[in-house]
T-cell receptor, first 108, second 115 residues
Framework: QKEVEQNSGPLSVPEGAIASLNCTYS??????FFWYRQYSGKSPELIMS????GDKEDGRFTAQLNKASQYVSLLIRDSQPSDSATYLC????????FGTGTSLTVIP | KAGVTQTPRYLIKTRGQQVTLSCSPI?????VSWYQQTPGQGLQFLFE???????NKGNFPGRFSGRQFSNSRSEMNVSTLELGDSALYLC??????????????FGPGTRLTVT
């Protein structure tokens, strides 16, 4: 079983819609959770971090964490074509564990 | 504040050769982690260094090694290169290691092609 699981997609949403990205993890003692965005040919860029249960909002992005269900999600409101990228979920235990990423395409 | 820098950005090597990649973390960051990224495998953890000590190591053969210097700069070395080593090698730095809030910031990566 992988440490971090993500739906690889691709996920397509129309411009202006809400994109919902999901991630599950296996290690119950994980403490820190991150979302990275990676454009094609570029390195991952940190966009959100969350450490406690509940929601955390930053602009158009909302991260949601449910430790009991071992589930973390990222919502992107008012999706823009510039949001088209691969989104990586990361969870920390003794090291960073990354999911394989979800490819998001926002259609103009 | 300057970000994570990696050199070189692109590298072409021949099978059997060895290669050394360099990473300079964000000023003040003491933890450096290395990852290999390929289309099929995603981000694979290689190792982490903190205060010149290897803290953790991923499941890679001994041909992959690294070190960290007293100024937190890190190098990784791959010996006896194989075609399968062709990948994007990413370095990430964080302020601390194994603590809540240890956000990692990635460098631009080194694209290694083995022919």
């Amino acid at each position: 079983q992988k440490e971090v699981e993500q739906n690889s997609g691709p996920l397509s949403v129309p411009e202006g819609a809400i994109a919902s990205l999901n991630c599950t993890y296996s290690d119950r003692v994980s403490q820190s959770f991150f979302w990275y965005r990676q454009y094609s040919g570029k390195s991952p860029e940190l966009i959100m971090s969350i450490y406690s249960n509940g929601d955390k909002e930053d602009g158009r992005f909302t991260a949601q964490l449910n430790k009991a269900s071992q589930y973390v999600s990222l919502l992107i409101r008012d999706s823009q074509p510039s949001d088209s990228a691969t989104y990586l979920c990361a969870v920390t235990g003794n090291q960073f564990y990354f999911g394989t990423g979800t490819s998001l395409t926002v259609i103009p | 504040k300057a970000g994570v820098t990696q050199t070189p950005r692109y590298l072409i090597k021949t099978r059997g050769q060895q290669v050394t990649l360099s990473c300079s973390p964000i000023s003040g960051h003491r933890s450096v982690s290395w990852y290999q990224q390929t289309p099929g495998q995603g981000l694979q953890f290689l190792f982490e260094y903190f205060s010149e000590t290897q803290r953790n190591k991923g499941n890679f053969p001994g041909r992959f090694s690294g070190r960290q210097f007293s100024n937190s700069r890190s190098e990784m070395n791959v010996s006896t290169l194989e075609l399968g080593d062709s990948a994007l090698y990413l370095c990430a730095s964080s302020l601390v290691s194994r603590a809540v809030g240890n956000e990692q910031y990635f460098g631009p990566g080194t694209r290694l092609t083995v022919t």
